[in-house]
Nanobody, 129 residues
């Protein structure tokens, strides 16, 4: 379902911020949802946040509330995840993913990996003390 590229990771210190970028050709469509996932070594992949294109609704995992935010530039087919006040627990590989939903989908925010049809290659985030 189109091409998707995630980028922006790097090595930072505790308390720093990072902005991850996701360019998804699918964002030209109003029914698109962009999700962010992360996976630390030896851990299961977990949902971080997601954005519904149609109305701008967003969802954040509890660990990201108050620290993470999402913005967009749909003219550039891009979504940005800003992560602030980072800690070593935020270290991992971050993935951007996209899916299409029906207009009134009730569970659009559910971070079920199998529902996403397009995935970026992943970008590494390392947070040191």
């Amino acid at each position: 379902e189109g091409q998707l590229v995630d980028s922006g990771g790097g090595s930072v210190r505790t308390g720093d911020s990072l902005i991850l970028s996701c360019e998804d050709s699918g964002l030209i469509h109003n029914d698109r949802v962009i999700g962010w996932f992360r996976q630390a070594p030896g851990k299961e992949r977990e949902g971080v946040a997601c954005l519904k294109r149609s109305d701008g609704e967003k969802w954040f995992a509890p660990f990201g509330k108050g620290r993470f935010s999402i913005s967009s530039d749909f003219s550039a087919n891009s979504v940005f995840l800003r992560m602030s006040n980072l800690t070593p627990n935020d270290t991992g590989t971050y993935y951007c993913a996209g899916k299409n939903i029906y207009k009134h989908a009730r569970l659009w925010w559910q971070m079920y990996e199998g529902s996403y049809t397009s995935w970026g290659q992943g970008t590494q985030v390392t947070v040191s003390s």
